[in-house]
């Protein structure tokens, strides 16, 4: 079954660290760029970080940038989003997403994919929420 299976999200403190995961599984992570988006209540989904494929590039939103980092693990098949010096403003549902093309965050940021793949096109976790708060 190809699916992304998301964990580590939980309540923090300000100035606080969470550090999520993604666990694939049906296909392998190497061949695709990855990424991380949010989504608090009443906003639009916003890009946070991605990480391409090949030389492992990686882009930041400018609200994060210099506090969180994305990595990945592709022999373990599991994509990661450590969050540092974390403020109330963090607090959203976080989804992973894999793509063998691109993902894209916006503002002419974006982390190219391989290309081909005998797993999907691409895929999103179910999402898991990460509250910042005293």
């Known amino acids: 079954q190809v699916q992304l299976v998301e964990s580590g999200g939980g309540l923090v403190q300000p100035g606080g660290s969470l550090r999520l995961s993604c666990a694939a599984s049906g296909f392998k992570l190497d061949s695709y760029a990855i990424g991380w988006f949010r989504q608090a209540p009443g906003k639009e989904r916003e890009g946070v970080s991605c990480i391409g494929s090949g030389d492992g590039s990686t882009h930041y939103s400018e609200s994060v940038r210099g506090r969180f980092t994305i990595s990945r693990d592709n022999a373990n098949n599991t994509m990661y989003l450590q969050m540092n010096a974390m403020k109330p403003e963090d607090t959203a549902i976080y989804y992973c997403?894999?793509?063998?093309?691109?993902?894209?965050?916006?503002?002419?940021?974006?982390?190219?994919?391989?290309?081909?793949?005998?797993?999907?096109?691409?895929?999103w976790g179910q999402g898991t929420q990460v509250t910042v708060s005293s």
């Open positions: 997403a894999t793509d063998l093309i691109e993902i894209d965050l916006g503002s002419n940021r974006y982390c190219t994919g391989s290309y081909y793949s005998d797993g999907p096109p691409g895929s």
